[in-house]
Each structure stands twice: as structure tokens, then as C-alpha cells.
């Protein structure tokens, strides 16, 4: 225990060490050799941005919307994806009905969705969602499904033998616990898609806030520092969201799945 | 009660060509209450067909499964199965598992944790009440598993191969607990096996079926006087018995 508690610690100031050189090196080759804001901000400018977008800028606000839109997407993708995954793992007709549709439309890129979303929703948040949503339901249809599909059957039988013989209760209280890492692998991947989405989501004014929205708004004004702010901003929601789930995931399924097959 | 009647079960799967496969063919026999029953045979010759069939897990083409003198038509609180495979649900620790039957019958939590209690302290198992069976080793895992058939109190327990995946030792540890079991919860007691000394071990009579398509071969009644001893003289001499049967009569023609 303390080795490993030592190793991750070792690892931990490597990253660390990795990030801070990266720093450097940033602030080195723009403040000596591109010498030129506009083209590579500087840290240093990037920090100055910062601080100045805290005092006087949209920062909360522009959280606030983004955090909202990507809500309206995840939340839909949650609704419609799980129920949608669990009907198809669990009924073979209707998963043979349902799923050349939904190979068909999964390869559309979300961004293709963005003209339909404006028309459909307007420029509310709801078609920022929307695209969103497109992004993030198929990662987790399709991990619903395989999950369901890899129930083992002995578990199936062993309910059945135990008194859980309603199709109800065998999703409720086996299949759906057994195919839960695999669902919430689905929502994971689909979280991280979602995410990536937000900032093109964001791009066709559904909104004067948004943390995409301000991205492109201070290019628009050559503000390349804030530009930066905001892209980092981007990179740490969507790192965090990620370590949530990873942690969340470690904590109820780690003691079950230690020495299976995952 | 659990007084089990099969009378003339058939069992034939539909090959992929049209013909049929006939798994099962022509199958009677009883069991008595409170029996310990062993069917024996060689890979494939439909012993674990014969018991899902018994546990309602699959529809016979013919004849009739008749438990208490009602017809077995799906799975049934009165029969207990106890899987070849670890069968365990990892999202759920032992107590829970052991549980999982009561909380489907709407029982109550105090009332079903000390139910399970109990038959946890039957396998000898108690100090692993709150572990996950990822923790456990395969033979626990199979105790949990009898722990949690038992847990509906059963009147007929069926038995797939459970100790096949173990090695020796403790495969003999569990048959001398599973008896010990029998023993003081009288369940009749239907248990697959392809090891003879697994068989004279265990059963009041040795069910054996010959392969392809399966066929009783013979009933054999085992005498001896329990507790028995494996090293001794007559369990030895019954060993040779059944041993000689299933070389001269009931193997592949």
C-alpha cells in the first residue's frame, strides 16, 4: 500500500514536472523567438487575460450557459440512449427493427446537425443541446446495448431460479447491474463527445454566453490571450467531467470487477 | 416433501440440416424424499439437459417432470439450482447474494439478512458476510452458491457439476460439508457428476446414463454405511463396481 501510494506520488511530480517544462518552453519560444501576441500569446499574457476576464469579463455567465446547454444534451442523451440501449440489448426483434436506423444516422457527424438544430429549435439553447445531444446518445446506445448483450446467461438462469422471472425484474435487479460498467463506460465516452460538440454548438450564436460562444467572439476581436483562457477552460471542464466519472466508476465497480475479465 | 417422478422424458434439439439430435431418450425414474441422488455419465450425454429440464429452465419435447405431485413447468421456488459456473452476481456481497431470493419474494431486509445468516452459517462461511465474491476463492463461491439455493427453502436442490472446477482437496472438503448439509436441512438432493468417486462418495443410489442418445443405464443402490471413508476396503470395492458397469455396459458402443 505505501509503495504504491509512493509510486503514484513519483508519477504524479513526473506530470507535473512534464507540465511546467511545457510552460517554459511556451514562454520561451513566444516571448524570445515568435515575439508576436497575436500569432502565440505567451503564458504570461495568457495569466494577464485571465485575471483581467475574471475582473471584468463574462467568465461565470459564460459557464453558466455552456454548463446549461450541455446539461439539455447529456440529460436527453441519458433519457432517450439508456432505454433505447436496454430495449435493443434485451428484445432481439426490436433490436433487428431499430438498428439499421440507427446505423444509419450514427455516422452523420453532430456538426451536420446544426442547420436542422436552428431550424427546428431556433437560436435557443435548446438547439445547442440538441447538437450536443446528437454527439453524446450514440456512445451511450450502443454501450447499453453491448452491455445488455454480454449479460452471461448464467446469471439470467440463476435469477430466473431464485424467483426473478418477470422480464421487468430481471432487466431491474440482474441485467441491468450486470451491464452497468458497460453503460457507464457509454455515458462516458458520451459526456467526452458531448463536450467536444459544445464549442461548434456554441459557434452560431444561440446565445451571448457561452464559453464557446466567447472563444470565437474574442478571436473575432484578436484577443488571442482569451481566446487561450477559454480553450484551457474547455480542457479542464472536460478533464474534470472525465475524472467524476472515473471516480465514480473506480468506486462502485472496482470491488466487484477485481480478478474479471473486463 | 419432494418426491420427484420423471416419466418417459424425451429431449431432441432441431440440427441446423433438419435431422434430429436426441439428447434424451426415454427417461423414468424416481426419486424419493429426501434422497441424494447422483446421475453419472460421460461428457455430452445429456446429464445437464436432464437437470435444466428438471429445474424448468428448458421445455421437454415429451413426457413429464412431476415434483410433489405437481408438473414442473418453469422455474419453481420448490427447486433449488446450484450452477457449474460461478453464478454468483460480483454486483452483489455475499449476504446480499445469499438474500436475492427473499428480497424477490418482497421479504423484509432484517428478515431476510437473518435468514441468510443462517444458511451463511451453514457453508461455515460467516466472516465473509460483506465481501464480493471477486474476493472469493472458486470453492467459497460455489458454498455462497448452495448457500443461496438453500436460502428458499428448497424441497429438491439440483446440483450441476458444482465442484467440477476444483481441485481435489477441496472438492473432497465440500463433499463431506455438502453432506453435512443434507444432513441437517433433509433436501432431497439430485447431484451431476462424471466422477465415480464423486458418486459412491455422495449418493444413496448412482443414476447412470449411457452417451448419445441418453439412456438409463442402470440404477445402482450405494450400501455403504455413512460417514464413508474413500481409502477404505469397500468403498473401493463399489468404486470397481460401478467402474466395471460403466466399462461394460453403459459407454459408447
Same mark, same amino acid.
Not at chain 2, 100 to 120: N, P, Q, V, W
Not at chain 2, 173 to 192: A, C, N, P, R
Given at each position: 500500500m505505501s509503495t504504491q501510494i509512493m509510486k503514484d506520488g513519483k508519477n504524479w511530480w513526473l506530470g507535473a514536472l512534464a507540465i511546467i517544462l511545457a510552460l517554459i518552453i511556451w514562454q520561451i519560444i513566444a516571448a524570445?523567438?515568435?515575439?508576436?501576441p497575436f500569432i502565440l500569446p505567451a503564458p504570461t499574457d495568457v495569466a494577464a487575460a485571465f485575471v483581467t476576464l475574471v475582473q471584468h469579463g463574462t467568465l461565470w455567465l459564460d459557464l453558466q450557459a455552456s454548463l446549461v446547454h450541455f446539461a439539455i444534451g447529456l440529460v436527453l442523451a441519458l433519457i432517450i440512449g439508456i432505454p433505447l440501449g436496454i430495449a435493443m440489448g434485451w428484445n432481439r426483434r426490436f433490436d433487428a427493427f431499430i438498428d439499421p436506423l440507427i446505423e444509419l444516422l450514427r /455516422?452523420? /457527424? /453532430?456538426?451536420?446537425?446544426i442547420p436542422f438544430a436552428i431550424i427546428w429549435?431556433?437560436?435557443?439553447a435548446w438547439s445547442a443541446g440538441f447538437v450536443i445531444f446528437i454527439g453524446a446518445v450514440f456512445p451511450i446506445v450502443i454501450n447499453t446495448y453491448s452491455g445488455f448483450r454480454g449479460v452471461p446467461r448464467v446469471f439470467v438462469e440463476a435469477g430466473k431460479m431464485l424467483g426473478c422471472i418477470r422480464s421487468r425484474d430481471l432487466i431491474r435487479y440482474i441485467a441491468f447491474p450486470a451491464a452497468l460498467p458497460s453503460v457507464a463506460t457509454g455515458i462516458r465516452i458520451g459526456t467526452g463527445i458531448g463536450w467536444m460538440c459544445l464549442v461548434a454548438a456554441e459557434l452560431?450564436?444561440?446565445?451571448?454566453?457561452?464559453v464557446g460562444q466567447k472563444l470565437w467572439w474574442y478571436y473575432n476581436i484578436h484577443q488571442m490571450d482569451s481566446v487561450v483562457v477559454y480553450m484551457i477552460i474547455l480542457g479542464l471542464l472536460g478533464l474534470s467531467f472525465d475524472m467524476i466519472f472515473r471516480y465514480y466508476i473506480d468506486k462502485h465497480f472496482l470491488k466487484w470487477r477485481t480478478g474479471e475479465v473486463a | 416433501m419432494g418426491n420427484l417422478e420423471i416419466r418417459d422424458l424425451n429431449q431432441s434439439f432441431t440440427r441446423d440440416d433438419g435431422t434430429q439430435l436426441v439428447v434424451l431418450d426415454h427417461l423414468n425414474f424416481d426419486v424419493r424424499d429426501k434422497e441424494f441422488v447422483c446421475i453419472l455419465g460421460s461428457? +455430452?450425454?445429456g446429464k445437464t439437459t436432464l437437470l435444466r429440464l428438471i429445474a424448468g429452465l428448458d421445455e421437454a419435447r415429451a413426457g413429464s417432470i412431476i415434483l410433489d405431485g405437481e408438473e414442473i413447468r418453469g422455474p419453481n421456488p420448490k427447486v433449488g439450482f446450484v450452477f457449474? !459456473?460461478?453464478?454468483?452476481?460480483?454486483?452483489?456481497?455475499v449476504i446480499d447474494n445469499i438474500a436475492f431470493g427473499l428480497e424477490m419474494k418482497g421479504i423484509t431486509k432484517e428478515e431476510r439478512y437473518r435468514s441468510a445468516e443462517h444458511y451463511l452459517g451453514l457453508v461455515n462461511l460467516?466472516?465473509?458476510? @460483506?465481501?464480493?465474491?471477486? !474476493? $472469493?476463492s472458486g470453492g467459497m463461491r460455489q458454498r455462497i452458491a448452495v448457500a443461496r439455493a438453500l436460502a428458499l427453502e428448497p424441497v429438491l436442490l439440483l446440483m450441476d !457439476?458444482?465442484? +467440477?472446477?476444483?481441485d481435489a482437496q477441496t472438492r473432497n472438503m465440500l463433499q463431506k460439508e455438502l453432506l453435512d448439509i443434507w444432513d441437517k436441512t433433509k433436501k432431497t438432493i439430485i447431484f451431476i457428476t462424471h466422477s465415480v468417486d464423486e458418486a459412491v462418495f455422495l449418493a444413496d443410489r448412482i443414476i447412470v446414463l449411457t452417451p448419445?442418445?441418453?439412456?438409463?443405464?442402470q440404477i445402482f443402490p450405494? !450400501? $455403504?454405511?455413512?460417514?464413508?471413508?474413500? @481409502?477404505s476396503v469397500e468403498f473401493a470395492q463399489v468404486r470397481r463396481e460401478v467402474l466395471d458397469l460403466i466399462g461394460q455396459h453403459c459407454s459408447i458402443q
Amino acid at each position: 500500500m505505501s509503495t504504491q501510494i509512493m509510486k503514484d506520488g513519483k508519477n504524479w511530480w513526473l506530470g507535473a514536472l512534464a507540465i511546467i517544462l511545457a510552460l517554459i518552453i511556451w514562454q520561451i519560444i513566444a516571448a524570445y523567438i515568435i515575439r508576436y501576441p497575436f500569432i502565440l500569446p505567451a503564458p504570461t499574457d495568457v495569466a494577464a487575460a485571465f485575471v483581467t476576464l475574471v475582473q471584468h469579463g463574462t467568465l461565470w455567465l459564460d459557464l453558466q450557459a455552456s454548463l446549461v446547454h450541455f446539461a439539455i444534451g447529456l440529460v436527453l442523451a441519458l433519457i432517450i440512449g439508456i432505454p433505447l440501449g436496454i430495449a435493443m440489448g434485451w428484445n432481439r426483434r426490436f433490436d433487428a427493427f431499430i438498428d439499421p436506423l440507427i446505423e444509419l444516422l450514427r /455516422p452523420i /457527424p /453532430p456538426l451536420a446537425w446544426i442547420p436542422f438544430a436552428i431550424i427546428w429549435f431556433g437560436l435557443t439553447a435548446w438547439s445547442a443541446g440538441f447538437v450536443i445531444f446528437i454527439g453524446a446518445v450514440f456512445p451511450i446506445v450502443i454501450n447499453t446495448y453491448s452491455g445488455f448483450r454480454g449479460v452471461p446467461r448464467v446469471f439470467v438462469e440463476a435469477g430466473k431460479m431464485l424467483g426473478c422471472i418477470r422480464s421487468r425484474d430481471l432487466i431491474r435487479y440482474i441485467a441491468f447491474p450486470a451491464a452497468l460498467p458497460s453503460v457507464a463506460t457509454g455515458i462516458r465516452i458520451g459526456t467526452g463527445i458531448g463536450w467536444m460538440c459544445l464549442v461548434a454548438a456554441e459557434l452560431f450564436g444561440v446565445s451571448n454566453y457561452g464559453v464557446g460562444q466567447k472563444l470565437w467572439w474574442y478571436y473575432n476581436i484578436h484577443q488571442m490571450d482569451s481566446v487561450v483562457v477559454y480553450m484551457i477552460i474547455l480542457g479542464l471542464l472536460g478533464l474534470s467531467f472525465d475524472m467524476i466519472f472515473r471516480y465514480y466508476i473506480d468506486k462502485h465497480f472496482l470491488k466487484w470487477r477485481t480478478g474479471e475479465v473486463a | 416433501m419432494g418426491n420427484l417422478e420423471i416419466r418417459d422424458l424425451n429431449q431432441s434439439f432441431t440440427r441446423d440440416d433438419g435431422t434430429q439430435l436426441v439428447v434424451l431418450d426415454h427417461l423414468n425414474f424416481d426419486v424419493r424424499d429426501k434422497e441424494f441422488v447422483c446421475i453419472l455419465g460421460s461428457s +455430452g450425454c445429456g446429464k445437464t439437459t436432464l437437470l435444466r429440464l428438471i429445474a424448468g429452465l428448458d421445455e421437454a419435447r415429451a413426457g413429464s417432470i412431476i415434483l410433489d405431485g405437481e408438473e414442473i413447468r418453469g422455474p419453481n421456488p420448490k427447486v433449488g439450482f446450484v450452477f457449474q !459456473e460461478y453464478s454468483l452476481f460480483p454486483w452483489r456481497n455475499v449476504i446480499d447474494n445469499i438474500a436475492f431470493g427473499l428480497e424477490m419474494k418482497g421479504i423484509t431486509k432484517e428478515e431476510r439478512y437473518r435468514s441468510a445468516e443462517h444458511y451463511l452459517g451453514l457453508v461455515n462461511l460467516s466472516q465473509f458476510k @460483506t465481501s464480493y465474491p471477486s !474476493e $472469493l476463492s472458486g470453492g467459497m463461491r460455489q458454498r455462497i452458491a448452495v448457500a443461496r439455493a438453500l436460502a428458499l427453502e428448497p424441497v429438491l436442490l439440483l446440483m450441476d !457439476e458444482p465442484f +467440477g472446477a476444483l481441485d481435489a482437496q477441496t472438492r473432497n472438503m465440500l463433499q463431506k460439508e455438502l453432506l453435512d448439509i443434507w444432513d441437517k436441512t433433509k433436501k432431497t438432493i439430485i447431484f451431476i457428476t462424471h466422477s465415480v468417486d464423486e458418486a459412491v462418495f455422495l449418493a444413496d443410489r448412482i443414476i447412470v446414463l449411457t452417451p448419445r442418445p441418453g439412456r438409463i443405464c442402470q440404477i445402482f443402490p450405494v !450400501e $455403504l454405511k455413512r460417514p464413508r471413508d474413500r @481409502t477404505s476396503v469397500e468403498f473401493a470395492q463399489v468404486r470397481r463396481e460401478v467402474l466395471d458397469l460403466i466399462g461394460q455396459h453403459c459407454s459408447i458402443q
